[in-house]
């Protein structure tokens, strides 16, 4: 089992920035691939962005490509995300996933359905 903790999240205005950490611990070497996803109130979840913790390739969907960067501290198995020029609409919250990938192409924002393990979630809401 992988445990994951987030935090970070809080309240900016329009144009501020966040940065989100995820602690990761328990079996983390059954994972290679770990993300972020948010879910804005009323939507459905989505992909925001995510590692592979081997090789350090990253994806990012393409609205938060120039925003959004995710990085990784592998000397604390922690997982983070810089957020830059936060808009309204990036109000939601966001949750860190992790994953076994068996390719690497599998390691997407677009596979987050394949993500098993899942944090509890910190909310970010972004006024105007």
């Known amino acids: 089992q992988v445990q994951l903790v987030e935090s970070g999240g809080g309240s900016v205005q329009a144009g501020g920035s966040l940065r989100l950490s995820c602690a990761a611990s328990g079996d983390t070497y059954s994972t290679n691939c770990m993300g972020w996803f948010r879910q804005a109130p009323g939507k459905e979840r989505e992909g925001v962005a995510v590692i592979n913790t081997g090789g350090g390739t990253t994806y990012y969907a393409d609205s938060m490509k120039g925003r959004f960067t995710i990085s990784q501290d592998n000397a604390k198995n922690t997982v983070h995300l810089q957020m830059n020029n936060l808009k309204p609409e990036d109000t939601g919250m966001y949750y860190c996933?992790?994953?076994?990938?068996?390719?690497?192409?599998?390691?997407?924002?677009?596979?987050?359905?394949?993500?098993?393990?899942w944090g509890q979630g910190t909310q970010v809401t972004v006024s105007s």
């Open positions: 996933a992790a994953r076994l990938v068996t390719l690497a192409a599998y390691c997407r924002p677009r596979t987050m359905q394949d993500f098993r393990y």
